[in-house]
């Protein structure tokens, strides 16, 4: 036993350090061809951020353990929503500006009803299958697209050192590599813990593998709060949940069908109610900014939500 959290501990180590070198290696290159920042935050930084999730997944289907990828998927945003944007505003009070209410928020629950379209009223009953794995492949693809574009349209310049070509490739190869066994330990780990303790993967999935591939995320906002850049804190997140609902769900069923335990319809509820109270945010205060207390409650709430799980 001692030894599966010990090769989940180090799973994570190498998730989080493979993330944070694709990432690295991902805005050099972004740097090199001149895209914007904010393309660069939204969408380099908000993939690279949800590969060991995609990592996972792929894993997870593999291995046929099917019930991690819907739950990491759900679990993963809900970590994101709560306990991510909670930390960041105790650090420093976050502001949600106008195209995160216009365009983001609601492209993330929009994805989100999809999801839950999917999963209980689909053709497959019960089951992602390939057709709507491909739909939202393609709500993924149109995202990271308008993202390019508006991203484009917004350019800026930056002065950051080059990170050479030699540098970038051995940043992109460990990247890899660290989270294809980063993603091998934390499977195989879960999968041994809720054996050993009776517990169903589902919840693991939801709880300790979804907080672990959510380091990256936590890491990357703290920074980001910590230096006032609200804008990158929020766009992280909503920008990963959009991937984590899309492309993790739609990877996995389309290398095979998932079959949906609608046990977490909860979860799918709980999350797009969180999503939609974010949305109209700015209807029950003047300032669109999460305050510090707002992130406290929003703390607790996970971790009610995770002892409700068990």
Do not use: W
Not at 18 to 33: N, T, Y
Not at 55 to 67: A, E, F, P, Y
Not at 76 to 93: D, E, T
């Amino acid at each position: 036993m001692l030894i599966e959290i010990i090769f989940m501990i180090v799973g994570f180590i190498f998730l989080v350090k493979g993330a944070d070198f694709v990432v690295k290696a991902a805005s050099a290159i972004a740097r090199k061809f001149h895209l914007s920042q904010m393309l660069i935050g939204i969408v380099i930084v908000g993939i690279g951020t949800s590969l060991p999730e995609i990592i996972v997944t792929i894993q997870s289907t593999l291995t046929g353990n099917q019930d991690i990828i819907i739950g990491n998927s759900i679990g993963s945003c809900i970590c994101n929503l709560l306990l991510v944007i909670g930390i960041a505003s105790v650090c420093n009070p976050l502001k949600i500006d106008d195209k995160m209410l216009r365009v983001h928020l609601p492209v993330s629950v929009f994805t989100i009803l999809m999801l839950v379209i999917f999963c209980n009223f689909g053709g497959g009953n019960a089951i992602i299958n390939k057709a709507e794995a491909l739909v939202l492949l393609i709500l993924a693809i149109i995202y990271i697209g308008y993202t390019i574009y508006d991203g484009k349209e917004n350019f800026e310049t930056t002065e950051e050192k080059e990170t050479g070509v030699s540098a970038t490739i051995i940043y992109l190869i460990l990247g890899i590599l660290g989270l294809k066994y980063g993603a091998d330990f934390v499977v195989n780990g879960a999968i041994s813990i809720a054996q050993f303790f009776g517990v169903s993967e589902s919840i693991i999935s939801m709880t300790v593998v979804a907080l672990g591939t959510s380091l990256p995320e936590i890491v990357t906002c703290i920074i980001a709060t910590i230096k006032k850049e609200s804008d990158l804190a929020i766009g992280n997140v909503i920008g990963s949940n959009i991937f984590n609902i899309c492309l993790l769900p739609g990877i996995g069923a389309l290398i095979q069908p998932i079959h949906y335990d609608t046990n977490f319809n909860r979860s799918l509820i709980f999350l797009l109610i969180i999503t939609l109270y974010l949305l109209v945010f700015d209807l029950f205060k003047n300032r669109r900014e999460i305050s510090r207390n707002h992130g406290v409650v929003f703390i607790l709430m996970f971790l009610l939500y995770v002892s409700c799980l068990f």
